[in-house]
């Protein structure tokens, strides 16, 4: 079976920076992805992770550590408009999601 | 980039009748797509793929009866739930995969509202 863990919820304060972390289960792997929800609204892709080390994408960066089934996603100076549930997944002939995590951002 | 369209964007049936999503990829073919349900406050659970031609590959369980899924062309898929009971509302997002191993590019959803 596959199975995702991550925090179901964070807070955090505007400007600041926030990690959110995932470990991940798999019977077949072909890497780790990211995606961002807002209420009511479709997933959007963030970032994705097939080799272990750092993916930047601006202010968002993902790490993934394939030996120990984990990654993270990086959120730095952090705005309002970052409140939202993060999801990461993991591609295997599918894509699998994790439970979410809601971040919330405090002025 | 690629678009995926999904109609209607919100439903509102009453319990016992059978509502139909579609699910069109506008500037692009997709033999496969996915389909997705998403309950308040929780993760997008995969339902079932849907394969242009041939029969969709339904999660465990998942009820194929109840969830009809007909992927007739290379640019549409339809998700009819039959029976609906308010059980049912929730909110169904369908997916195309892209080129990439990781690329899905998602409709904006539909909001299912059974009463």
């Known amino acids: 079976g596959q199975s995702l863990e991550q925090p179901s919820e964070v807070t955090a304060v505007e400007g600041a920076i926030v990690q959110i972390n995932c470990t991940y289960q798999?019977?077949?792997?072909?890497?780790l992805s990211w995606y961002q929800q807002h209420d009511g609204g479709a997933p959007t892709f963030l970032s994705y992770?097939?080799?272990?080390g750092l993916e930047e994408t601006g202010r968002f960066s993902s790490f993934l550590s394939r030996s120990d089934s984990y990654g993270y996603l990086l959120l730095q100076e952090l705005q309002m408009k970052d409140s939202a549930s993060y999801f990461c997944?993991?591609?295997?002939?599918?894509?699998?999601f994790g439970k979410g995590t809601r971040l919330h951002i405090l002025p | 980039g690629a678009v995926v369209s999904q109609h209607p964007s919100w439903v509102i049936c009453k319990s016992g009748t059978s509502v139909k999503i579609e699910c069109r990829s506008l500037?692009?073919?997709?033999?496969?797509m996915f389909w997705y349900r998403q309950f308040p406050k929780q993760s997008l659970m995969l339902m079932a793929t849907?394969?242009?031609?041939?029969?969709?590959?339904?999660e465990q369980g998942v009820e194929k009866d109840k969830f009809l899924i007909n992927h007739a062309s290379l640019t549409l898929s339809t998700l009819t739930v039959t029976s609906a009971h308010p059980e049912d509302s929730s909110f169904y997002i369908c997916?195309?995969?892209?080129?990439?191993?990781?690329?899905?590019?998602f409709g904006p959803g539909t909001r299912l509202t059974v009463t």
């Open positions: 500037d692009f073919q997709a033999t496969t």
């Open positions: 798999t019977s077949g792997f072909y890497g």
């Open positions: 849907s394969n242009e031609g041939s029969k969709a590959t339904y």
């Open positions: 997916s195309a995969p892209g080129t990439l191993v990781y690329e899905q590019y």
């Open positions: 992770n097939a080799l272990d």
């Open positions: 997944a993991v591609s295997d002939d599918k894509i699998i």
